[in-house]
Nanobody
Framework: QVELVEAGGGLVQAGGSLRLSCVAS????????MGWFRQAPGKEREFVAG????????SYGDSVKGRFTISRDNAKNTVYLQMNSLKSEDTAVYYC?????????????????WGQGTQVTVSS
């Protein structure tokens, strides 16, 4: 069974940067698209970024375009989320997820495996 483990969350001041990572167990990482979602207290889970199986195609939620970058290293079974120019409204639990197939997806119901989440808190 595939397991996703996120790391890199923490407390940062507004305007700062963080890089999240997500390591996947198993041998099939490179066959699947990956994504990042986030959920703030009292809000629905929100799509942040997605990447296809080989990293050639990416997509972003409107609220993070131009500030966040998703990437992957298939040799390391790892997907990353570089977050720059952080704002207080970026505060949330960030989840890594594996999609149902090799092409990137933007809705949570198209993802089948989820990590436990990592907290990102941005102070203003």
């Amino acid at each position: 069974q595939v397991e996703l483990v996120e790391a890199g969350g923490g407390l940062v001041q507004a305007g700062g940067s963080l890089r999240l990572s997500c390591v996947a167990s198993g041998r099939t990482f490179s066959s699947y698209a990956m994504g990042w979602f986030r959920q703030a207290p009292g809000k629905e889970r929100e799509f942040v970024a997605g990447i296809n199986w080989n990293g050639a195609s990416t997509s972003y939620g409107d609220s993070v375009k131009g500030r966040f970058t998703i990437s992957r290293d298939n040799a390391k079974n790892t997907v990353y989320l570089q977050m720059n120019s952080l704002k207080s409204e970026d505060t949330a639990v960030y989840y890594c997820a594996r999609a149902a197939g090799f092409s990137q997806r933007v809705t949570s119901d198209e993802y089948r495996v989820w990590g436990q989440g990592t907290q990102v808190t941005v102070s203003s």
